[in-house]
C-alpha cells in the first residue's frame, strides 16, 4: 500500500488524562487542596492506525477500551499526549476548520442539532457554516430527506424528536457537506430494531457510495452489515486488525449445541464418543454444552451420540458469529481465541 | 450568508426562544435601576450636587449604565460553560468555523436584541423621569462609538471567564466573581469619581472602566476633545489585546479538554 492514498493515518497515538485523587470527607477535600495528586490515566497508549479511502472500519472494544477517545483524537477535539495524526493530509487538532470540512461526525450519545429551533434551521445553519453552494444544498437535502425520511421532520423543535428521529436528523446533519470520512460513535445507541435497521441499510449505502466510514459500536448487526474491517481495541491498544468477512467464514464452522438432560451428564463418557469437540457442562450438572467444528461432524450427528448416551429433555444449536469473537476477545487472557480465529 | 452572520442570525432566533428568562434578567436590571433612581433622587432631588454630579447628570449617568449593563449580560457565557462542562463542546470543534468568532458571532446576535430592550427601558424611563442633558452631535457620535465598543469588550471579558471552565466544573462562583469585579472597577455601581484616589487609580488601568466609564464619560461631556477621542482608543486597545490574550488562552484551555463517553 502505499502511504499516499491513506485517508487516515495515526502513529503512536497517546492520550493521557489526569484523574485527581481525593480522599473521601472533607478532610481529604481539604488535604486535595494544599497537596493536588493526580492519577495517570492512558486511555489510549500507542495507537497505529491507517484507514484507507473507501474503507469501512468497525472499530469495537468494552467500555472504557479508549474507542471514543481514539475518535476524538482523530477527528481533533482532543489533543494527543504524543503520537501523530493526519487525516486527509491534515492535522486535526492543530487545523480544526480544513479538518472540519473533510469529516462528518455523529455521536450516538450528542445532538449537533440546535436544540430550541427547528430542525430545519440547523440544516440552514450547516449551509452557510460549510458555505455550500445552494444547488449542491438542494441535492444534498433531497438525498438525505428520501433515504432517511427526515422531510416530515424539518419544521419540528429538535428537543421533541424521539430518539429515532433525533438520529436520522443527526446523521443527515453530519453528512450535508458530504464529507470523505465519516465518523460514527455508537449511532445504534438505545434505537429500535426497524430504526436501527433503517439507519444500517443508510451506512451501508453510504459504504457503497465511495464514503470512508469507522463505527464504534458495541452492536455485532452494525459490524456484519456495515464494515468490511475489524479493529478490536482493549485498555488502549489494537488487539485485533483485520477483514470481517475472514473472522465470519471462520467461526462459521464452529457450532455448539446445548442440552438440557434428565440426569448429570457423564462428562468423559461423552467425550470419548466425540474426541474432537469441547465438552462442558452449563450453569449446572444438567447442562451440556458440546462445542465442535460442523466441517468435520453434523450437529445432528453429535446430538445423536448424547442421546444414545444419555435423556435428553432439551436442545438448542447455536452458530457462532462475530458477536462470540468479541465476548471472547473482551476476556482478556485469551489469545488462544484470538489465534483459533485468526 | 457567510458563516458567522448566520451564526449571529441563529442566536438571535434562539435568544427568542429563550424569551421568559431574557425578561427575567431584563427586568431585574430594571429594577436594580428603579432602586438607584430612588437612592440618587434622595440625595441630589433638591438641587445638590456630590462629587461634580446635579440630579439630570446622574440620571444619564444611571440610564449609560444600566445599557451597558444589559449588553452581552446573559447568554453568551453561561451558554458557553455549559457546554464545555457537559462535554458538548466536542460538537462545536468539528464546525469549520473558528470558536472564539463563532462565539462573539452569538454574543453579537444576542446584543441586538439586548441593546433593543434595553433602549425601550430607557426611553419609557426618560418619559416618566424627565429629560437628562444631550450632548452635542459630534460627542453623540463618538458616545454611539463608544457604545459598539462595549460589545466586544464586554463578550471578551465574559469569554475568558467562561473559558475558565476547562480547569474548573463550577461557573457559578466565576460568573458572580466576575459580576462583582466588574460591577465595581467599571463604574457601573457607583461612579469612579466617588472612589478613594488609589482604587481610581487601579480602576483607570484596568479594562473594566472601558465598559461603563467611558460611555458615561463620553455621554456627560466630562472629557471634552481629545481625550474623549483617546478614551475610544483606550477601548479598541484593550479589544485587541483582550483578544489576542483570550486567544492564548483558548489554545491552553483547549488541550485540558476532557469529554468521557459519548
Request: glycine share 8%; with cysteine; proline share 5%.
Amino acid at each position: 500500500m502505499a502511504s499516499t492514498s491513506a485517508l487516515v493515518e495515526a502513529t503512536g497515538l497517546v492520550k493521557e488524562f489526569r484523574r485527581p485523587r481525593k480522599a473521601p470527607g472533607l478532610a481529604g477535600a481539604l488535604k486535595h487542596l494544599v497537596t493536588r495528586r493526580f492519577d495517570v490515566h492512558r486511555a489510549v497508549a500507542g495507537i497505529d492506525l491507517r484507514i484507507d479511502e473507501g474503507e469501512s472500519v468497525a472499530y469495537v472494544g468494552p467500555n472504557g477500551a479508549g474507542k471514543s477517545t481514539t475518535v476524538k483524537l482523530l477527528t481533533g477535539i482532543l489533543v494527543p499526549t504524543a503520537g501523530e495524526v493526519r487525516v486527509a493530509g491534515v492535522v486535526p487538532h492543530r487545523d480544526r476548520v480544513a479538518n472540519a470540512r473533510n469529516v462528518g461526525v455523529v455521536f450516538g450519545q450528542r445532538t449537533q442539532l440546535w436544540w430550541d429551533l427547528p430542525v430545519h434551521e440547523t440544516f440552514e445553519l450547516l449551509r452557510d457554516m460549510y458555505r455550500i453552494p445552494a444547488a449542491d444544498y438542494r441535492r444534498s437535502m433531497d438525498r438525505l430527506c428520501e433515504v432517511l425520511e427526515i422531510g416530515p421532520l424539518l419544521p419540528v423543535l429538535a428537543r421533541k424528536l424521539s430518539l429515532g428521529q433525533r438520529m436520522r436528523a443527526d446523521l443527515a446533519a453530519a453528512l450535508l457537506h458530504e464529507p470523505r470520512i465519516v465518523y460514527l460513535d455508537e449511532p445504534t445507541i438505545g434505537l429500535d430494531v426497524s430504526v436501527k435497521d433503517r439507519v444500517r441499510a443508510f451506512l451501508r449505502q453510504l459504504v457503497d457510495d465511495g464514503t470512508t466510514v469507522l463505527l464504534t459500536t458495541h452492536d455485532v448487526g452494525d459490524i456484519e452489515e456495515v464494515c468490511r474491517r475489524i479493529v478490536v481495541v482493549d485498555e488502549g491498544r489494537i488487539r485485533h486488525d483485520g477483514p470481517v468477512g475472514v473472522l465470519r467464514d471462520t467461526l462459521a464452522s464452529n457450532s455448539t449445541v446445548r442440552f438440557q438432560l434428565a440426569a448429570p451428564a457423564p462428562l468423559h463418557l461423552i467425550r470419548e464418543r466425540l474426541p474432537d469437540a469441547e465438552v462442558t457442562t452449563g450453569a449446572s450438572e444438567r447442562d451440556l454444552v458440546v462445542r465442535f467444528d460442523r466441517t468435520l461432524r453434523p450437529a445432528g450427528a453429535v446430538a445423536a451420540t448424547v442421546m444414545g448416551l444419555v435423556e435428553v429433555r432439551d436442545l438448542r444449536i447455536d452458530d457462532e458469529g462475530v458477536a462470540d469473537l468479541i465476548r471472547r476477545l473482551h476476556d482478556r487472557d485469551s489469545p488462544a481465541a484470538l489465534n483459533g480465529a485468526g | 450568508m457567510g458563516p458567522y452572520r448566520a451564526m449571529a442570525r441563529i442566536a438571535w432566533r434562539n435568544a427568542l426562544a429563550y424569551r421568559v428568562p431574557f425578561l427575567m434578567s431584563l427586568s431585574m436590571m430594571v429594577f436594580n435601576l428603579v432602586a438607584m433612581f430612588a437612592l440618587w433622587q434622595a440625595l441630589l432631588g433638591d438641587g445638590n450636587s456630590l462629587a461634580g454630579f446635579t440630579w439630570p447628570q446622574m440620571k444619564a449617568y444611571l440610564l449609560v449604565s444600566f445599557f451597558t449593563n444589559c449588553l452581552v449580560s446573559t447568554f453568551t457565557d453561561f451558554a458557553m460553560a455549559s457546554r464545555i462542562r457537559s462535554g458538548a463542546v466536542a460538537v462545536d470543534l468539528v464546525k469549520p468555523v473558528d470558536y472564539q468568532k463563532s462565539r462573539l458571532a452569538e454574543a453579537l446576535g444576542f446584543a441586538l436584541l439586548e441593546a433593543a430592550a434595553a433602549a425601550t427601558v430607557c426611553a419609557v424611563v426618560l418619559v416618566a423621569f424627565g429629560g437628562v442633558p444631550l450632548p452635542s452631535p459630534g460627542r453623540l457620535a463618538l458616545f454611539v462609538a463608544s457604545l459598539a465598543a462595549v460589545v466586544p469588550l464586554k463578550f471578551l471579558i465574559a469569554y475568558m471567564c467562561g473559558l475558565l471552565c476547562f480547569w474548573t466544573q463550577n461557573y457559578l462562583g466565576i460568573s458572580l466573581a466576575r459580576g462583582a469585579v466588574s460591577g465595581i472597577l467599571s463604574g457601573a455601581t457607583v461612579p469612579l469619581a466617588f472612589f478613594p484616589a488609589w482604587l481610581r487609580q487601579v480602576a483607570e488601568v484596568l479594562p473594566f472602566q472601558a465598559v461603563t466609564n467611558t460611555p458615561a464619560m463620553l455621554f456627560l461631556g466630562r472629557n471634552p476633545g481629545l481625550p474623549g477621542a483617546l478614551a475610544v482608543a483606550v477601548q479598541l486597545l484593550w479589544i485587541v489585546a483582550l483578544w489576542w490574550l483570550a486567544r492564548r488562552l483558548w489554545h491552553v484551555a483547549v488541550r485540558r479538554l476532557t469529554v468521557h463517553g459519548g
